[in-house]
């Protein structure tokens, strides 16, 4: 059963920095393409930056931030700079099916077959 848990979310000052965590259990990450999504009320989820299952390829829409991962703890971090109100939301762990394509980065939720439960982030102005 592959379960993946979130933390590190909550409130942070606006120009501020925050680190989530992903844990994942039931299955390797290195093996697949891992990603991080977020999701704002009345909005659509969207990806904040992803990573391919060889590690080779990053996408990142938005320089401030960034994707590490710890092969050795089975862990995924997300990596947020300079926030801002409108980046407000849950912020999701997401991992691609076992038959995604093993050098591309996901950039869609249709791309993702395993969801964490997600983490709130809110950012005061």
């Known amino acids: 059963q592959v379960q993946l848990v979130e933390s590190g979310g909550g409130l942070v000052h606006a120009g501020g920095s925050l680190r989530l965590t992903c844990v994942a259990s039931g299955l390797t990450l290195s093996n697949y393409a891992v990603g991080w999504f977020r999701q704002a009320p009345g909005k659509e989820r969207e990806v904040v930056v992803s990573i391919s299952g060889s590690g080779g390829n990053i996408y990142y829409p938005d320089g401030r931030f960034t994707i590490a991962r710890d092969n050795s703890q089975n862990t995924v971090d997300l990596l947020m700079n300079n926030l801002k109100p409108e980046d407000a939301a849950v912020y999701y762990c997401?991992?691609?099916?076992?038959?995604?394509?093993?050098?591309?980065?996901?950039?869609?939720?249709?791309?993702?077959?395993?969801w964490g439960q997600g983490t709130q982030v809110t950012v005061s102005s």
């Open positions: 997401a991992v691609s099916a076992t038959n995604f394509n093993y050098m591309k980065a996901p950039r869609s939720p249709a791309e993702i077959r395993y």
